[in-house]
């Protein structure tokens, strides 16, 4: 069964600092996304990582993936306000799509 | 115009009722999905669903059930509710292009079930 795990699942941080949010997975996968979700709302698509190495940045958030360790971070550089929310991976497989747990992130002045 | 809608967006209900949420993409998209969000924000799939396959989450009670007039359709049927049903509900939606496919989410229903 596939699992996909996230760490950590509470962050709390502060303006213009960084931090790294890891998402790790069991089996084999080629196919990982990153998710954003603002409080009540809908699930936003943030990256689309599909190969081993492939790093996608976009503004102050870069994404990687290394599919031998079944790893991708999600890089967060000079934290601003506007980044809070949580942030979820989700890996797919032939078979199988699973979600992580979800990383709730608070950025304070 | 939205690209992966839902209706309704609130819905509260009692226990024993049957209720149905509608989903309409209007991306031409292949598949579609459910998915069930809880209170501590977990979200797990429930149906993805194509013109050639349903697949379905074994955890999933049989009392849901998805329901596809056409490709840009795909609505959830839940007989008998009950109150651990009371979740947000996200349709999604996605096609497979050049070897990725990333998923667009409706806004959700907020299903509440007294």
């Known amino acids: 069964e596939l699992k996909v795990e996230q760490n950590p699942l509470f962050l709390s941080m502060q303006e213009g600092k960084n931090y790294t949010i890891y998402c790790n997975y069991s089996?084999?996968?080629?196919?990982l996304y990153w998710y954003r979700q603002d409080p009540g709302k809908s699930l936003e698509s943030l990256f689309v990582?599909?190969?081993?190495?492939a790093v996608k940045q976009e503004g102050r958030l870069m994404a990687s993936l290394d599919t031998k360790a079944r790893l991708s971070t999600l890089h967060i550089t000079a934290a601003v306000h506007d980044l809070s929310a949580t942030y979820f991976c989700?890996?797919?497989?032939?078979?199988?799509?699973?979600f992580g747990a979800g990383t709730r992130l608070t950025v304070k002045p | 115009d939205t690209a992966v809608s839902q209706t309704p967006k609130y819905l509260v209900t009692q226990m024993g009722n049957d209720k149905s949420i509608k989903c309409e993409q209007n991306l031409g998209h292949d598949t579609m999905y459910w998915y069930k969000q809880d209170s501590k924000k977990f979200l797990k799939i429930m149906f993805s669903y194509n013109n050639k396959e349903l697949i379905i989450n074994e955890t999933v009670p049989n009392r849901f059930s998805p329901k596809s007039p056409d490709k840009a359709h795909l609505n959830l049927h839940i007989n008998s509710l009950e109150l651990g049903d009371s979740a947000v509900y996200f349709c999604a939606s996605s096609q497979e292009l050049a070897g990725r496919a990333e998923q667009y989410f409706g806004p959700g229903t907020r299903l509440t079930v007294t």
């Open positions: 089996t084999t996968s080629d196919r």
């Open positions: 990582l599909l190969s081993n190495g």
């Open positions: 989700a890996v797919d497989t032939a078979h199988d799509m699973r």
